[in-house]
């Protein structure tokens, strides 16, 4: 046989052999992608966006006695205020500034009846479950006897110290700043302070978050801070910065120098001019009936003299 019929009898055989042959089995689909496998195959991209740190307020208000106009709290450049109540936390003048609730006593007046505000009601009803921010406390406990105007939180440190108890019960994780007591402590060595530290220290309280204290003391700004701190450190936890919660003076230039340290001091957290306007004493209003800035908004309205007096406080 030639070559030409040997290649056609192979061939043959082969197609023989390949129809005899089962079929293979066609495999079988493959499985449509779950949600869950396409989420796995989607890569992440994270945004890397730069944190954004806003500055805490610093300048604050005591507002009391007489309504801010609109426009007046950017005008003086207002970043905080309290108004001497507990009011629901959220509340802002109108160019933004935040509220500060205050627990001002047990209750207003101090030492008349009938009751007008309890503020341990206010505190349960006020303060939404589990507030965790500011809350000034005890305005001016130390200064007692005083009924003009209705008194100040003229408490013993005993009283104040169940006082406080209280308020812990009610918020345990409010940050507390106070007592805000008067320079008139303070220029008697703080007898009432620190009784009631010792108070608090037998009923095993916590110490309050931050310090708090008024003075309109034409004096170097300084020396009450320090006098403040030297006090709190022989109490293990105390606070070792402090709020200015009341404070203003009639001469522009003590004005500005208490402002300046104020601003640059590691241990004032904040400041608090009293008032805007209204108060008897007009030299301190920040504002005037007819809205016009007063020597001491003129101060304040600028944060201070930028160098008043550095090398004289320290």
Request: charged share 20%; aromatic share 12%; glycine share 6%.
């Given at each position: 046989?030639?070559?030409c ?15 005899c ?8 689909p493959?499985?449509?992608?779950t949600?869950e ?20 307020p ?18 003086l ?9 507990l ?24 030492l ?8 341990f ?6 303060l ?5 921010g ?8 130390d200064?007692?006897?005083?009924d003009?105007d ?10 104040a ?26 220029l ?5 302070m620190r009784?009631?530290?010792d ?5 095993k ?20 801070i320090?006098?403040?701190f030297?006090?709190?450190a ?11 919660t009341?404070?203003?003076?009639c001469?522009p230039?003590?004005?500005a120098?208490m ?18 306007r209204?108060?008897?004493d007009a ?9 016009r800035?007063?020597a001491?908004?003129?101060?304040y309205?600028?944060?201070g003299a ?9």
């Amino acid at each position: 046989m030639n070559n030409c019929t040997i290649c056609a009898i192979i061939t043959f055989c082969l197609l023989a052999l390949a129809a005899c042959s089962p079929r293979p089995e066609p495999l079988p689909p493959a499985p449509l992608p779950t949600v869950e496998a396409v989420q796995e195959d989607v890569p992440e991209y994270v945004a890397w966006l730069p944190v954004v740190v806003l500055p805490e307020p610093v300048r604050g208000l005591a507002y009391c006695c007489g309504a801010l106009r609109p426009g007046e709290a950017a005008r003086l450049g207002i970043e905080i205020w309290y108004n001497y109540g507990l009011n629901t936390p959220g509340r802002t003048l109108d160019n933004g500034a935040i509220y500060v609730p205050m627990f001002w006593c047990d209750k207003y007046p101090a030492l008349k009846y009938p009751t007008q505000v309890d503020y341990f009601q206010l505190l349960r009803h006020n303060l939404p479950p589990g507030y965790t921010g500011p809350l000034l406390f005890l305005n001016e406990p130390d200064l007692a006897g005083r009924d003009v105007d209705m008194g100040q939180c003229d408490r013993t440190p005993r009283q104040a110290a169940y006082i406080y108890k209280g308020i812990l019960e009610l918020c345990p994780g409010c940050r507390l700043i106070g007592p805000a007591v008067s320079h008139e402590d303070y220029l008697a060595d703080w007898p009432w302070m620190r009784a009631w530290y010792d108070e608090i220290y037998k009923l095993k309280l916590r110490p309050p978050d931050t310090a708090a204290i008024h003075t309109y003391l034409n004096e170097p700004p300084h020396l009450i801070i320090n006098s403040l701190f030297d006090l709190l450190a022989a109490y293990p936890g105390a606070p070792t910065t402090a709020w200015i919660t009341e404070f203003a003076s009639c001469n522009p230039s003590q004005a500005a120098r208490m402002i300046a340290y104020y601003e640059r001091s590691d241990r004032v957290e904040k400041y608090f001019w009293f008032t805007g306007r209204g108060w008897p004493d007009a030299c301190i209003n920040l504002l005037s009936d007819d809205g016009r800035l007063t020597a001491a908004g003129e101060v304040y309205s600028g944060r201070g003299a930028p160098n008043a007096a550095p090398a004289a406080y320290p």
